[in-house]
């Protein structure tokens, strides 16, 4: 049986060597997408000297001197080419648009006086600063500057910048078909004392999350033979497969023979961890298989810890960060093992604090709906009240 450290490390090991499939996508669609490459700014932003909002565009010595104020001879906007503006005059500007040669500010329209029938604005306000409202060529970014790392799932606002660069299409990585196989007799329909599936849903919406629309399978049977025939299928057409339950030593415990059966060969099974100990992974040529414990709760941590971290790992996609607070409480972990306990998370004048949550243990499924995340406790480091700690996120 494995310690948690090396489990997660062998697993990791295994992501490294799975082939990407990599594809073009338009743009407009790839948001929550695994992005393949770096991408960079192909032009500054903004590309030129603009206005900062509408108004009046001119030179700041010229206002400064003119005691009636300046004539307004022309109008510049967005998109236009302006005119190169004139000694003692200014020119109206739109917010967007290309600030005039000889023009080295801009006050809002609002802020400045105009007289229809001598055609002059004044300041009706303090004078702007030199300079003023005026968005310089690349102040947000320039010609070259890393916009999207690699790795980065797209979100809304990263669609916004790409698009700024007029990049209309990107490479990402196609998610991996995951399969979620339900097993026992127990879920059949006939069952005497039939049970409610609810790993296999939890675990599908988990997924969800990560951008993977999970294909699912359903073997409600206690009979080896028929569960190597739905394994099988969901060997062929998934990357990665993913069962709970049945995987511990009872009679009808028939996972990982039948997995064996098909050739798979264990990479681990069982892990020094608290609730989740019967955790197996096995693997299949270049694909793994994640046996996870029947336990909704011990499953969905499994998931947390292993499954999900290999997903991320094996698409390029940086690895969510943990949450941190200060405790409130202590706990002391059984030697030898890593416990992972549910906490709340509450914002306090002195920053976030994790509060241990009540459970039942690996079973209980309602107090996945009131933690923020899991606390891991290392066997060589306790907690204790008052120190700081870093969870996995729910």
């Not at 006050?107 to 055609?119: I, K, L, N, V, W």
């Not at 030199?130 to 310089?136: E, F, H």
């Not at 916009?147 to 916004?160: D, F, M, N, P, Y």
């Not at 996870?292 to 969905?300: D, E, Q, R, W």
């Amino acid at each position: 049986m494995l310690a948690f450290p090396a489990a997660v490390q062998m697993i990791m090991e295994q992501a490294e060597h799975f082939p990407l499939k990599i594809e073009k996508k338009a743009l407009a669609l790839a948001c929550h997408d695994t992005v393949a490459e770096n991408i960079y700014a192909e032009h500054d932003r903004p590309e030129a000297d603009i206005s900062a909002m509408d108004g009046y565009a001119f030179c700041h010595a010229d206002m400064l001197m003119a005691a009636h104020g300046l004539p307004v001879v022309s109008k510049t906007v967005a998109g236009a080419d302006p005119l190169p503006l004139q000694q003692g005059t200014a020119q109206a500007i739109l917010t967007g648009a290309r600030i005039p040669q000889g023009a080295d500010c801009v006050m809002a329209g609002e802020r400045m006086q105009y007289d229809p029938e001598t055609g002059y604005i004044m300041p009706t306000q303090a004078l702007a600063d030199k300079g003023g409202n005026i968005r310089r060529v690349g102040e947000e970014f320039t010609r070259g500057t890393l916009l999207v790392r690699k790795g980065q799932t797209l979100e809304w606002s990263h669609i916004a910048v790409l698009a700024s660069q007029n990049i209309d299409s990107v490479k990402i990585v196609c998610p991996l078909r995951v399969a979620l196989v339900a097993n026992g007799g127990e879920l059949s329909m006939q069952a005497q004392d039939k049970r409610a599936d609810s790993n296999t849903p939890m675990l599908a919406a988990m997924l969800k999350t990560f951008g993977v629309t999970p294909k699912t399978y359903l073997a409600a049977s206690d009979d080896q033979t028929h569960l190597m025939r739905v394994l099988e299928e969901a060997w062929h057409d998934a990357d990665c497969i993913v069962t709970t339950g049945g995987i511990s030593v009872g009679d009808t415990d028939n996972v990982l023979d039948a997995f064996k059966a098909l050739g798979a060969e264990p990479l681990f099974r069982g892990v020094k961890i608290r609730p989740g100990k019967p955790i197996s992974v096995l693997k299949h040529g270049n694909k793994l298989a994640f046996c996870l414990p029947g336990n909704p709760g011990a499953s969905a941590l499994c998931a947390k810890i292993f499954l999900m971290p290999y997903l991320y790992a094996a698409m390029g996609a940086a690895q969510p960060a943990l949450i941190s607070g200060i405790a409130d409480f202590s706990f002391e972990p059984i030697a030898d093992t890593t416990h992972f306990i549910p906490v709340s998370r509450q914002k306090t004048s002195e920053g976030w604090r994790f509060t241990l949550l009540p459970t039942v243990g690996a079973s209980d499924i309602r107090v996945l709906t009131q933690a923020a995340a899991f606390l891991e406790v290392s066997p060589h480091q306790p907690i204790r009240k008052g120190h700081m700690c870093w969870a996995t996120p729910l």
